[in-house]
């Protein structure tokens, strides 16, 4: 049986990116079902997938995984060819801990830029609070390339799931014209230029939903 994953509105959806992505750069194939975040009978379609009521939910036979960092857990013991985590521990420890690190945290961040991938690119003045995140994502993201990059484009060498956890906020830095580092902006080319991005940039392009409060330019509707 096919691993499906249940996903929320590309265009908005930063949780549901996550998994996604690991997965379409890993290779491994799946089935993705789509369900709008305003629709009205979201929580009811998605509860009954998974108490939580949110998305994104990993289906596998009888197995139910929700929460992004457990389904890409759950994907790297599942395929270990596909190297999610880093081969050596070291370098593994530290990538788990940056993942946890963006799954519970950066809520300025969050609020102040929330992810919207076919608005225009246009500068958004940061707060002190959003501003700290930035410096400390640039902090993770040069701290990892230099100790277990090995000269890649990515944070430890191959995309894994560290740059997973990290994707919805190369969009959100990318989206808000956020100002970073020569090191920081290769990285967000490196994640941009990835086929399975442009593949999401172009499904969220063509979603007809609009969500009010992830629109920062509200009334206005942006759309490249």
């Given amino acids: 049986m096919a691993l499906r994953l249940i996903i929320g509105n590309k265009n908005y ?4 990116l996550r998994p996604w ?27 009954a997938l998974s108490g939580a009521g949110k998305v994104p939910v990993l289906l596998d036979g009888e197995v139910r995984v929700w929460e992004s960092l457990a389904i890409l857990e759950y994907l790297a013991e599942k395929f270990p060819a596909a190297g999610l985590w880093p081969a050596q ?17 950066f809520l300025p ?13 246009r500068p958004r003045p940061l707060d002190d609070a959003a ?20 000269g890649g484009a990515f944070l430890y060498g191959k995309f894994g799931a560290a740059d997973a956890m990290y994707a919805p906020v190369v969009w959100r830095f990318h989206t808000y014209a956020v100002e970073v580092g020569a090191a920081s902006r290769a990285y967000m080319d490196a994640v941009l230029a990835l086929p399975a991005s442009r593949e999401w940039r172009e499904a969220a392009r063509g979603e007809p939903g609009v969500l009010p409060h992830d629109e920062v330019d509200w009334p206005d509707v942006l759309r490249e």
Wanted: hydrophobic share 45%.
């Fill in 109 to 121: 961040l969050r609020r102040h830029l929330p992810m919207n991938v076919r608005r225009p690119v």
């Fill in 21 to 47: 992505i690991a997965m379409k750069v890993a290779g491994l194939a799946f089935e993705e079902t789509v369900i709008p975040l305003d629709a009205a009978d979201f929580k009811a379609q998605v509860s």
């Fill in 13 to 16: 959806s930063s949780w549901s």
């Fill in 89 to 105: 521990a070291r370098g593994r420890a530290h990538a788990r801990a940056a993942a946890a690190e963006m799954h519970c945290g």
């Fill in 131 to 150: 501003r700290a995140d930035v410096a400390r994502i640039e902090t993770i993201w040069n701290e990892s390339r230099a100790q277990f990059g090995g």
